[in-house]
């Protein structure tokens, strides 16, 4: 209910998103965006900013054309991540494209995010895994906000995504089990805010390909 009413309260400063161009943002800006939403720029919100910018380019898709379901782990202090989808993609409760839902995320899972396409319904799954939990919480108390932002874009594995939103979730591995995940780890960042490697092309062909096992 928070949650919500967070959200809910931070579309008043989301007005000025929907006529500004995403990838002319600077990362001053990211930071301004997120603080006004938000009220502070702690290091779940550009993990939320990353997963917004991929799945815009990955889905080829302009601000408002995406919906987004968010699933926040047991661990997690908040849904943070959330509000830094929500300024990266303008996705928003108040047009009903953006749910925090109130089902958790399954156990080993930070964060759970669905986003799919309105038009083409073209769908990403999105986690991170609470293994980054401890790396997370020493960068808000050790990086400003700017510092948190470069650390966030440049994590390797940090993110995992399928195309499929029924395939199975990165969990932790444990003794005598074998796990299952995302096909694809985003193993670094974008050239600038905005530009991610895959392709169009590449993005229909991952759609129709297996999930892969570890």
């Known amino acids: 209910m928070l949650a919500s009413s967070r959200l809910i309260a931070a579309l008043l400063s989301l007005a000025q998103l929907f006529v500004m161009p995403l990838k002319a943002e600077t990362r001053e ?49 908040c849904p943070c991540f959330a509000d830094g989808i929500m300024i990266a993609t303008s996705a928003s409760p108040g047009q009903g494209t953006l749910e925090v839902a109130r089902e958790k995320a399954p156990p080993g899972v930070l964060a759970l995010v669905i986003i799919k396409h309105r038009k083409s319904g073209s769908t990403l799954k999105y986690t991170v895994s609470e ?26 594995g940090l993110l995992k995504w399928c195309h499929d939103p029924s395939a199975p979730i990165i969990v932790h591995a444990r003794p005598g089990r074998r796990t299952v995940c995302c096909a694809q780890t985003i193993v670094g960042p974008p050239a600038k805010a905005g530009e991610y490697p895959a392709t169009a092309g590449q993005v229909r062909a991952l759609r129709h390909s297996a999930m892969a096992n570890t």
């Not at 800006?29 to 006004?36: A, M, P, S, V």
């Not at 898709?61 to 968010?70: C, H, I, Q």
């Not at 790396?135 to 108390?141: T, V």
């Open 131 to 156: 293994s980054w939990l401890p790396k997370l919480g020493a960068w808000n108390r050790t990086l400003d906000p700017a510092g948190r932002y470069d650390e966030v874009m440049k994590a390797e």
């Open 29 to 77: 800006e990211w930071i301004k965006l997120g603080e006004r939403v938000h009220g502070g720029f702690g290091s779940f919100i550009p993990v939320g900013i990353r997963i917004g910018l991929d799945a815009l380019q990955r889905l080829d898709a302009k601000p408002r054309e995406l919906t987004v379901t968010f699933y926040t782990g047991a661990r997690s202090p």
